[in-house]
């Protein structure tokens, strides 16, 4: 006979019903299921924009779900295993499901959480979907971990990738549903002050605007991705870094896709993958070295004579948008205006970061936790490792990217830097004057003022990076 008691999903960067292993699972047998989301410390402690991100998120899965007959049982409490067992006493839940997070603090959180409910007679499962491939799955020769991402890539495209499962056709309600918050009244959104309603016009919310951006993408800009995604002035990226962040598409979703796109000869399709992979390699050097995180990945960095002052006039200057280098200024505005940056931008504004002004990466990274929609641990921290030089599979230390050379070959027309820099422009684009309406008013920016001369000129930047490098003996 079926277990009749209900089954709760908790949902955490999993916001959508397709695609969604655990849901699936707790949907099949036809027992009760009472999806809930727990504002605990670990979503408290998000920075502005993935808090603020993550809360439209779960609004807009509250009503998907409300759409298909159920409910999402919403609770704020600091320890999310004392949220879960409240709900269980109250609701008379014999399982607890949920899709696998993998940065340490949510690892440590599960475990505890899983071997308490078990302790208790509650059945906890975890389930895959945030990943295509389990961290431990994939392995060298020798049993080890890929260090590099090139033999990881020809490892895992031989694997296979589960196909995508459809939606639960029904959603069965508990005879009775508990008690639940106010999500507005969280105001997870609070620290982007004015901030949020200049973003969220970029923002493509919920699972329904990802399927679609993805669909366009396969359709319209996949046959000259590989060329496209380099111009940040052209619309040649698939976006979907935001909707993958907070789980509204599985990458199994996109991978197959992708697949789809390459089988039909598109040409940019294998590139795209590529990045899929990408990420998941980030994940699988977050789970083998977790360190990435805070210290340098490689070996003899973390002496490095970093500058790490994050409230010196040259940081507050680069966060600004004022450092008087066009490529640099027009990224951190983009970034600041959209939640987002283009990929292109965000190699050469962290190369700027750490090597021509010498600043700490943990600066940068924190900086972009505070500011991206599409903000994820483990690829902020190695794209921030691999362009400063200290992580894996960097790119050589001692490439310093010319921001202006750069600016000439991906930016020849100037529509990605006039679209964004106001200063000295006779009409501005609205998204260059959007900036100003953004920022801090503390900071005093004016679309008028006068356009900065360079904080530190490229040349000498450059001649100080790597004297530094050579005293280091690097």
Not at 227 to 244: A, F, M, Q, V, Y
Request: glycine share 8%; net charge neutral.
């Amino acid at each position: 006979m079926t277990d009749p008691s209900p089954i709760l999903i908790w949902f955490r960067r999993d916001l959508r019903l397709s695609d969604h292993a655990a849901l699936r699972a707790a949907c099949d047998p036809g027992r009760p299921v009472i999806p809930v989301f727990i504002h605990d410390t670990l979503s408290e402690a998000l920075r502005a924009a993935p808090k603020w991100r993550l809360g439209l998120g779960v609004g807009h899965l509250a009503q998907a779900l409300a759409a298909k007959g159920s409910k999402l049982i919403l609770r704020r409490e600091g320890d999310a295993l004392a949220a879960l067992q409240t709900l269980v006493a109250q609701t008379g839940a014999g399982a607890v499901y949920w899709s696998r997070l993998y940065d340490p603090h949510s690892v440590a959180r599960d475990t505890s959480v899983k071997q308490a409910l078990r302790a208790q007679g509650v059945e906890a499962r975890s389930f895959g979907g945030h990943l295509m491939f389990e961290p431990w799955r994939v392995q060298t020769k020798t049993q080890g971990f890929y260090k590099v991402y090139t033999p990881f890539w020809n490892t895992v495209k031989q694997m296979g990738v589960d196909a995508p499962r459809s939606a639960p056709q029904t959603i069965t309600p508990p005879s009775q549903w508990p008690a639940t918050h106010d999500l507005e009244g969280w105001n997870m959104g609070g620290a982007m002050n004015r901030g949020g309603v200049v973003v969220r016009p970029f923002v493509q919310l919920g699972e329904q605007a990802a399927q679609d951006r993805l669909a366009h993408f396969c359709k319209a800009i996949i046959p000259e991705y590989k060329e496209l995604r380099d111009i940040p002035g052209r619309d040649g990226t698939s976006l979907l870094s935001e909707n993958l962040s907070v789980g509204e598409i599985s990458p199994h979703q996109c991978w197959h896709a992708g697949m789809r796109a390459m089988h039909e000869g598109k040409a940019g399709a294998e590139t795209f993958l590529k990045e899929l992979v990408w990420r998941e390699f980030a994940y699988h050097l977050m789970h083998h070295t977790p360190h990435i995180l805070t210290t340098a990945w490689r070996d003899g960095w973390e002496a490095f004579g970093w500058q790490t002052d994050a409230d010196s006039a040259e940081v507050l200057a680069w966060k600004q948008g004022r450092t008087g280098i066009e490529f640099v200024d027009a990224a951190m505005r983009e970034l600041y205006v959209t939640g987002r940056m283009h990929n292109r931008a965000r190699m050469i504004v962290a190369s700027y970061l750490t090597k021509h002004l010498m600043t700490d990466w943990r600066i940068g990274m924190a900086w972009f936790e505070d500011c991206l929609t599409d903000w994820d641990p483990a690829s902020n921290a190695m794209g921030w490792q691999w362009t400063a030089g200290s992580g894996p599979d960097a790119s050589p230390y001692f490439r310093v990217f010319n921001p202006d050379t750069q600016l000439d070959k991906f930016d020849k027309g100037r529509v990605y830097v006039d679209r964004w820099l106001a200063e000295g422009c006779r009409t501005p684009s609205p998204d260059a004057l959007a900036f100003f309406d953004a920022v801090p008013r503390r900071w005093q920016l004016r679309a008028d003022a006068t356009y900065p001369d360079p904080i530190v000129p490229l040349d000498l930047g450059r001649k100080r990076a790597l004297a530094a490098y050579a005293e280091r003996g690097f």
